[in-house]
């Protein structure tokens, strides 16, 4: 953002006149709200219009929106050639897809700042130390409700980060070696042998024994002597990733037009946000995808239905000198400890869980380090025995946004959030959170759909699963 100072000469000193350059910044302010008021009219008058399905192609709302109301009148038509003006709050798995999205959807012939706030920076929060192992399925080996849309988007945001990201980037993004999930007991291995008969062809279910298993890990300890193997699950680095998908919001602002109406910018400002209302008369549409933090504004402090987990991963390498390499072509493994591999010699363990705390530091005390130390490795050894030869390297935490539990499981918020913030107020806000501990999987397709939402100012391209949370009483 590019601050311009009027100043002047005066015995050899610059005095800034303030006063003059606030109330020109209040008038702008002024000027742009109404601007805003007026769009929205148009754009509320378009959608009363619209008659195509809700769901349909990615820019049919905005292409029927933006034609309808460049048709209105001449001073609609100087409305439309403003740019729009987006803010995302939050540098995470959520506010990257949206970001992404809003880009990518939104017409060569749409002009659209976006500017991302984050008191970090990119992946910050929870997000940058999820555990990244990415499959489709819950615990019991159950299609996740809409997995399969999730599945997909998710991956085609992978290979966009994977595309975007130079050959002397910082790190492998993905490693593509397969998740396995053992039976840890009878009632489990029943459940799981039943619900894997009904999994994605894009990410299938093998049972597999101990003999299997060992091909793959010779370590592997199978309880009983059956795993559920996904070979086309992966294990992603999450920082790694979301800097690379920035990279890609980045490379898209450059390949489009840098002249004439449908101009693109995108900014990210590490700064924190205190209050929503900051923003009214700067943007057309304020996005929160704060996670746990989104209670803190206090527009939102006490009235979304969410719970907080703090959860400790611990970072493991094995010494050169010590055992046995666990092998390049070996899964990771979800269990009552999850191990995600980063290499022959590096490897993730998660996670505690830690209800109702508000600690969002990813800082870990020698103590705290201590006792997931003493509540993980127990759970690892049952699968992995070799992991005792592994030597801890450090810890690191997030504060997960834990939503609640629905009949179709636990599904994140979105929506708008107008209601919340109270008032006749220019711009729209809205809210993605509650991801929970599936962020990865449903931050690709539910960004998708949000962008969409925000573009044609309509809900309603959202499904209800996803907005019914507004009904709950806090």
Request: some cysteine.
């Amino acid at each position: 953002m590019r601050f311009v100072l009027k100043a002047k000469p005066c015995g050899g000193y610059f005095v800034f006149d303030s006063r003059r350059r606030e109330r020109e910044r209040e008038l702008g302010k002024e000027q742009n709200r109404a601007h805003i008021i007026r769009r929205r009219s148009d754009q509320r008058m378009a959608i009363s219009h619209w008659k195509s399905p809700p769901v349909a192609h990615n820019l049919c709302c905005y292409r029927a929106l933006h034609t309808t109301t460049t048709r209105t009148t001449s001073s609609t038509l100087s409305l439309s050639q403003r740019p729009l003006r987006y803010a995302v709050v939050g540098a995470g798995f959520a506010g990257l897809s949206v970001a992404w999205h809003l880009l990518n959807s939104s017409g060569k012939d749409l002009g659209l700042h976006i500017d991302i706030y984050d008191e970090v920076g990119i992946g910050g929060g929870a997000s940058g130390v999820s555990g990244g192992l990415l499959h489709p399925y819950s615990p019991k080996g159950k299609l996740l409700w809409r997995g399969a849309e999730c599945w997909n988007e998710c991956l085609k945001l992978l290979s966009i980060a994977e595309a975007a990201a130079p050959q002397n980037f910082n790190g492998s993004i993905v490693r593509r070696r397969g998740i396995l999930r053992p039976a840890m007991n009878l009632k489990n291995l029943l459940i799981l042998n039943d619900n894997a008969q009904n999994c994605l062809a894009s990410c299938r279910i093998e049972t597999i024994d101990q003999v299997a298993a060992q091909n793959l890990a010779s370590n592997l300890c199978l309880p009983f002597n059956s795993a559920f193997y996904m070979p086309e699950a992966v294990n992603i680095h999450p920082q790694h990733y979301l800097q690379a998908l920035f990279l890609a919001c980045e490379n898209l602002v450059k390949e489009l037009p840098n002249s004439g109406l449908g101009v693109k910018e995108l900014h990210l400002h590490k700064k924190s946000i205190h209050k929503l209302l900051d923003f009214e008369g700067e943007y057309d549409a304020v996005v929160i995808c704060l996670g746990a933090k989104a209670d803190l504004l206090p527009e939102l402090s006490g009235r979304l239905p969410l719970r907080t987990c703090r959860g400790v991963i611990a970072h493991l390498q094995l010494p050169d000198d010590m055992g046995e390499d666990y092998p390049d072509h070996g899964p990771s493994i979800l269990s009552d400890a999850w191990l995600a591999f980063q290499g022959p010699r590096s490897l993730y363990m998660g996670s505690t869980w830690e209800w109702k705390s508000r600690n969002s530091s990813p800082n870990v005390s020698a103590d705290e380090s201590s006792h997931a130390l003493q509540e993980l490795l127990p759970k690892a050894n049952v699968i992995y025995p070799a992991i005792k030869n592994w030597t801890f390297t450090g810890a690191k935490a997030g504060l997960r946004a834990m939503p609640p539990l629905t009949p179709h499981g636990s599904l994140p918020l979105l929506g708008c959030i107008n209601n919340f913030i109270g008032g006749n107020y220019a711009c729209n806000y809205w809210l993605f959170g509650g991801l929970g501990s599936r962020g990865l999987l449903y931050h690709g397709w539910l960004g998708k759909l949000l962008a969409q939402a925000m573009l044609c100012s309509n809900e309603e391209v959202i499904p209800t699963e996803l907005t019914s949370w507004k009904k709950i009483k806090q």
